[in-house]
Nanobody, 116 residues
Framework: QVQLVESGGGLVQAGGSLRLSCVAS????????IGWYRQAPGKQREWVAV??????TYAGFVKGRFTISVDNAKNTLYLQMNSLKPEDTAVYYC???????????WGQGTQVTVSS
């Protein structure tokens, strides 16, 4: 059973930075795409950033502030978040889709809270 475990969330002031990590229990080469989503209280889960076939794509609301990357040697996906805003407050989830079979996997989420 594939597991994704996020970490790195926390409380930060507006303008601050956090780096989220998502460790996969198997090789990250197994997945395409792999990315981050978030869900704010009372809102639907939304896509944040993704790596697909080697290319990175960002939602408009984070472009220029967040950077997604993957270290395949460590089976770890990252999300570097800079210039954080209170509206970035949400639970952030790692998502990975298996290349074979297209199984969709989610982590348990990590809370990010940005104070004004």
């Amino acid at each position: 059973q594939v597991q994704l475990v996020e970490s790195g969330g926390g409380l930060v002031q507006a303008g601050g930075s956090l780096r989220l990590s998502c460790v996969a229990s198997t090789s990250t080469f197994m997945f395409n795409p792999i990315g981050w989503y978030r869900q704010a209280p009372g809102k639907q889960r939304e896509w944040v950033a993704v790596i697909s076939s080697g290319s990175t794509t960002y939602a408009g609301f984070v472009k220029g502030r967040f950077t997604i990357s993957v270290d395949n040697a460590k089976n770890t996906l990252y999300l570097q978040m800079n210039s954080l805003k209170p509206e970035d407050t949400a639970v952030y989830y790692c998502n990975a889709v298996a290349r074979l079979g297209k199984m969709n996997y989610w982590g348990q989420g990590t809370q990010v809270t940005v104070s004004s």
